[in-house]
């Protein structure tokens, strides 16, 4: 499956508004990238990524990615180490349950919002939102590089 199959143009711009609502509540930065393949750990895969993206590019060093490989059905979530440091152990654990569900019976899109959605209110605890808040990264979904040039 490629990235184009996984969301489609409507679901991206959604999620995108999605992150945009979720960083209403938190400081946090949340990012979300879709690959095609991953042929090594998707955990691996995701903190390479994390850096490649520049997620780690935030004052409070709260950025997180959620990363995916829609071809491989793999997937991870990334914290930066300003998040690492308060959180508890298996923070991210019921957020990658639900998307193992959602994902397991195709609701791709569906359950990349709830993750947002949670990953937002979760932060809010450690992280919460600041009037003088700058939207540190972008919101849009970005696209594994190798797949931008294999659709041309
Ligand atoms: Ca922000
Ligand atoms: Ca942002």
């Known amino acids: 499956?490629?990235?184009?199959?996984?969301?489609?143009?409507?679901?991206?711009?959604?999620?995108?508004?999605?992150?945009?609502?979720?960083?209403?509540?938190?400081?946090?930065?949340?990012?979300?990238?879709?690959?095609?393949?991953?042929?090594?750990?998707?955990?691996?895969?995701?903190?390479?990524?994390?850096?490649?993206?520049?997620?780690?590019?935030?004052?409070?060093?709260?950025g997180v990615l959620i990363y995916?490989?829609?071809?491989?059905?793999?997937?991870?979530?990334?914290g930066d180490k300003g998040i690492n440091?308060?959180?508890?152990?298996?923070?991210?654990?019921?957020?990658?349950?639900m998307l193992e569900t959602e994902f397991k019976r195709g609701a791709f899109a569906e359950g990349l919002e709830e993750a947002v959605r949670m990953t937002g209110e979760k932060l809010k605890a450690f992280f919460p939102y600041l009037s003088d808040d700058k939207d540190e990264l972008p919101n849009e979904v970005s696209i594994g590089k190798d797949e931008e040039s294999d659709e041309k």
């Open 85 to 97: 440091e308060v959180v508890p152990p298996n923070f991210w654990k019921d957020v990658c349950l």
């Open 68 to 78: 995916v490989a829609c071809d491989s059905h793999k997937f991870a979530i990334i």
């Open 1 to 62: 499956m490629r990235p184009k199959d996984f969301l489609s143009k409507a679901q991206l711009a959604e999620l995108s508004s999605c992150i945009q609502d979720a960083e209403h509540q938190t400081s946090g930065e949340i990012r979300i990238h879709i690959d095609r393949k991953c042929t090594r750990d998707a955990r691996e895969q995701a903190i390479k990524t994390f850096h490649l993206l520049g997620t780690r590019k935030t004052a409070a060093r709260n």
